[in-house]
């Protein structure tokens, strides 16, 4: 056989692997974006638009007082190169006709929060733990205390080098914490780029013990949204891109997580809120593409739901489900005695839904 049929036969199977490969991405990209899935209008007939709040990315309530958290900031602001200074904000859900009320005015560093967790531990004792990109770069967890719902005050600001692409926090003690790390880069990295568009799956868990960080579970396609079972046994990891709920068990050790069982949801599940029948609920992006071109224009829609989770048995509820006209890009439902707040990562409203039940 001569060279020149040798370099031929190469070229034309590295033509058919390289088509090979696109058909693969394709697949991957059009089934892990939902592109195909319908999005049924599902609205209850008691949800109000709240205003007053941009960017209401997460949302936890305490059970006991009926008070709800709100991590709120002006994200476009920022991608623009003009940051405005985002806040916590509360809510009184024991009231019909409560709006947001900003809590933090005079933090004495830029704050730009995501994920927050509600911790409560010995009695009287409740800690706010709260993501932060802060304008600078870096990456920290901000710990504040709560004297009374609505009352906060800054306690601490945490960082360790394994805080690398922060999204979400629960904490385990009023020091120690698990975070996602939804991607395997950090923030204005190229390659997070790749990870997102090829479900890459370097997302990454760390744990800070009290007084250094580890990562304690790898190979995640986005990690989002996570949150620690009741009794404490297991830990619940939203995996955007993937379109599931990852169970992990916890260990004898916190640092020692055994991956337990995965939990499919049918769409892009973001932040995850447990609800006082032991549901976890999710607000989610069913189309991920959309949601990509609402984050470059607000004109642009992204499907918004709230979804409701069986832990045990895997089972899906779909309790609000809305094209983007209502609500575009929604990331987090929490549910208090037949109230739903469904909030987006971008609108400058959140939804609250009364009498929804289930």
């Not at 941009?54 to 602001?77: F, H, N, Q």
């Amino acid at each position: 056989m001569s060279e020149f049929s040798i370099a031929r036969r190469l070229r034309n199977s590295l033509i058919i692997l390289l088509v090979v490969l696109t058909i693969i991405v394709v697949y991957r990209l059009v089934r892990d974006s939902g592109m195909l899935v319908s999005v049924p209008q599902i609205v209850p007939a008691s949800c109000l638009v709240v205003s007053g709040i941009t960017g209401a990315e997460d949302i936890t309530v305490d059970a006991p007082t009926g008070y709800a958290y709100l991590s709120a900031d002006d994200r476009r602001a920022s991608l623009g190169g003009e940051p405005v200074q985002g806040g916590i904000y509360g809510l009184d859900l024991t009231r019909p006709d409560s709006v947001p009320q900003r809590l933090t005015e005079e933090l004495p560093f830029s704050f730009h929060p995501h994920g927050l967790y509600l911790f409560r531990g010995n009695p009287g004792v409740q800690r706010l733990f709260v993501v932060n990109h802060r304008e600078d770069g870096s990456e920290t967890i901000e710990i504040f205390r709560i004297s009374s719902p609505g009352q906060i005050s800054h306690l601490e600001t945490i960082s360790y080098p394994e805080l690398i692409s922060p999204n979400d926090v629960v904490a385990v003690g009023p020091r120690r914490f698990y975070v996602t790390n939804d991607h395997g880069y950090p923030r204005g990295h190229w390659m997070q780029t790749l990870e997102d568009y090829l479900g890459l799956p370097l997302a990454k868990i760390s744990y800070f013990d009290g007084e250094k960080g580890h990562i304690v579970a790898k190979t995640l396609r986005y990690a989002n949204g996570i949150n620690i079972s009741p009794d404490g046994r297991y830990l619940y990891v939203a995996e955007v891109v993937a379109r599931k709920v990852r169970r992990f068990e916890i260990g004898d050790r916190p640092e020692t997580l055994r991956r337990d069982e995965v939990l499919p949801v049918g769409t892009g599940a973001d932040n995850l809120e447990w609800d006082s029948e032991g549901y976890l609920w999710t607000g989610a992006h069913p189309h991920l593409l959309a949601f990509a071109a609402h984050a470059r224009d607000e004109q642009a829609l992204s499907p918004s739901q709230a979804v409701r989770i069986n832990p045990e048995s895997g089972a899906t509820d779909i309790i609000l489900s809305d094209n983007g006209e209502l609500l575009s890009g929604s990331s987090v439902a929490a549910y208090w005695q037949s109230t739903l707040l469904v909030g987006p990562v971008f609108a400058d409203h959140i939804l609250r839904c009364s009498d929804v039940n289930i």
